[in-house]
T-cell receptor, first 113, second 114 residues
Framework: DGGITQSPKYLFRKEGQNVTLSCEQNLNHDAMYWYRQDPGQGLRLIYYSQIVNDFQKGDIAEGYSVSREKKESFPLTVTSAQKNPTAFYLC????????????FGEGSRLTVL | AQSVTQLGSHVSVSEGALVLLRCNYSSSVPPYLFWYVQYPNQGLQLLLKYTTGATLVKGINGFEAEFKKSETSFHLTKPSAHMSDAAEYFCAVSDQTGANNLFFGTGTRLTVIP
């Protein structure tokens, strides 16, 4: 079945460590997105990519990095510079044209110990 | 710029009662509007969307929403709440510019009381 796969589902990290969250899609979508979700704050856009080898910062990009070397993959690295990384991270994708509808993965919950 | 306001971060209804979740948007162009549902520790699932045409939109699980341009609203309703409707609901608007990004509201958590 087509969809978006995020891994790991749960991740624990010590302070000062970088961690990479995986996002893979087999929907043949051009655009991919990373959101951060905190209680009561909704979804905030971290980074997005509309095409391979290109990406743009969202509203809260500081302390995060991404790459888009393949159409199917859009990994997110949470660096040690991110001051408050504990959150639920959601990856999404969208096809070309259409009505802007996003398809979401199941999310990754990162906890910094 | 686009923005979305969801009135009420928490809504409680009795099982079988009407569900009404409010969403108001701000957009400088005709918007595309969406409602998503999120169950605990899961991703978001599309409930319904408005693009053009009929202003009353029907979605999955018996939900519907009406686009009211004069009120800049897109409220979500369901005639009779079920226990399985307990979740968090997000309203979103598309900016229809080059990036065509979605802007999300802060969400409304629905509790269904047996």
């Amino acid at each position: 079945d087509g969809g978006i796969t995020q891994s790991p589902k749960y991740l624990f990290r010590k302070e000062g460590q970088n961690v990479t969250l995986s996002c893979e899609q087999n929907l043949n979508h051009d655009a991919m997105y990373w959101y951060r979700q905190d209680p009561g704050q909704g979804l905030r856009l971290i980074y997005y990519s509309q095409i391979v080898n290109d990406f743009q910062k969202g509203d809260i990009a500081e302390g995060y990095s991404v790459s888009r070397e393949k159409k199917e993959s859009f990994p997110l690295t949470v660096t040690s510079a991110q001051k408050n990384p504990t959150a639920f991270y959601l990856c999404a994708s969208r096809g070309t044209g259409g009505t802007g509808e996003l398809f979401f993965g199941e999310g990754s919950r990162l906890t910094v110990l | 710029a686009q923005s979305v306001t969801q009135l009420g971060s928490h809504v409680s209804v009795s099982e079988g009662a009407l569900v009404l979740l409010r969403c108001n948007y701000s957009s400088s162009v005709p918007p595309y509007l969406f409602w998503y549902v999120q169950y605990p520790n899961q991703g978001l699932q599309l409930l319904l969307k408005y693009t053009t045409g009929a202003t009353l939109v029907k979605g999955i699980n018996g939900f519907e929403a009406e686009f009211k341009k004069s009120e800049t609203s897109f409220h979500l309703t369901k005639p009779s709440a079920h226990m399985s409707d307990a979740a968090e609901y997000f309203c979103a608007v598309s900016d229809q510019t080059g990036a065509n990004n979605l802007f999300f509201g802060t969400g409304t958590r629905l509790t269904v009381i047996p």
